[in-house]
């Protein structure tokens, strides 16, 4: 059959599929050992993917499974390097998945290549596939990702099918386009749920690449503040609502980080405004985007590691299952 599966055509008609379980499952042969990662293909399909499985995973235990998203015309290698949610001192009891985009582009940019199965398909089929093989948690399924692989988290959520099998989302120097024109992925429709759509976003002040006020090019970019009132309003926060604090976390560089509170959520939806930085991963160490985008992100390193912030924020919500 062509690979528009049954698990594809699903997503077509709009319908959640039910997954089996892998529990109680030998890890398969072809995936990686715990402690390692390893590159591979969904069966069926030409789309790769990096999967991580901890050291002490337990094929008992339901796991909870992370997925990372590269940025424009960056790759799942360098994403696995850049988000670090391999790494047990930030990520010690997860699996981490870090799916590679088609020609280097995730929907909702103008270069992503939209024909079906396109990546949303792609992003359900391969938590199906996991869930399957691996003994998952399908109450703690994450999506973050930086730049366009930040967009894409905003994708997924608004997309009723794939988003509401997604317990929180995170986005590092999101690249927000306006998709209410692309194919296969149209204006923003989550499903309705309680536990509504926790969303973090990560913006640097003189970022040139997304801008954190937007910009008016061809393809132009939104406003953050835009896409944080939206999923603010989505929250159960009405229309253009302003958020509940705004502290000061770091004074030197200036970070502020602002929290909305949508009925009854507290800090549901959340951002961090990074003073001095531009479209970088915040790190502490330092990592490739200050060494390849150094005119943008002159400190060389942070005051606060994002990833350590979003397994935090992570760690805060499940679904209701």
């Not at 030998?26 to 790769?48: M, N, W």
């Not at 988000?83 to 992503?112: E, R, T």
């Not at 959520?265 to 961090?272: P, S």
Request: proline content about 7%; glycine content about 10%.
């Amino acid at each position: 059959m062509h690979h528009l599966s049954l698990l594809s055509l699903a997503v077509l008609a709009g319908v959640s599929t039910a997954s089996p379980s892998g529990c109680g499952k030998d890890i398969p042969s072809k995936f990686p050992s715990p402690g390692e990662s390893k590159t591979l293909k969904l069966p069926g399909s030409d789309r790769e993917y990096q999967l991580f499985i901890p050291a002490n995973y337990d094929q008992t235990k339901p796991t909870a499974l992370y997925f990372s998203f590269h940025g424009a015309s960056r790759d799942m290698h360098e994403e696995e390097s850049l988000s670090q949610f391999s790494n047990p001192l930030f990520n010690p009891n997860g699996i981490a998945i870090y799916p590679n985009s088609k020609n280097g582009y995730w929907l909702s940019n103008p270069s992503a290549n939209t024909s079906r199965p396109n990546d949303l398909d792609f992003t359900n089929d391969l938590l199906i596939h996991m869930e399957e093989k691996l003994c998952i948690d399908t109450s703690r399924v994450y999506a973050a990702g930086k730049s366009n692989g930040g967009g894409f988290t905003g994708v997924i959520a608004c997309n009723a099918t794939v988003g509401s099998r997604f317990a929180a989302f995170a986005a590092v120097s999101g690249a927000w386009y306006n998709t209410d024109d692309i194919p296969g992925v149209g204006p923003c429709a989550p499903a309705k749920r309680e536990e509504g759509y926790p969303f973090l976003e990560f913006h640097g002040t003189i970022d040139t690449t997304a801008p954190i006020d937007g910009n008016t090019k061809e393809h132009p970019k939104l406003p953050v503040i835009d896409i944080l009132e939206g999923w603010a309003e989505r929250n159960g926060c009405g229309a253009g609502a302003k958020w509940a604090k705004n502290e000061t976390v770091f004074q030197q560089p200036l970070v502020k980080h602002a929290t909305w509170n949508c009925a009854g959520k507290t800090d549901i939806v959340q951002h961090y405004r990074e003073g001095e930085n531009g479209h970088c991963w915040p790190s502490t160490v330092g990592n490739d985007d200050y060494e390849r985008l150094a005119s943008q992100c002159p400190l060389g390193k942070y005051v606060f590691n994002a990833t350590e912030y979003i397994f935090d924020f992570f760690g805060q919500y499940q679904l209701n299952k």
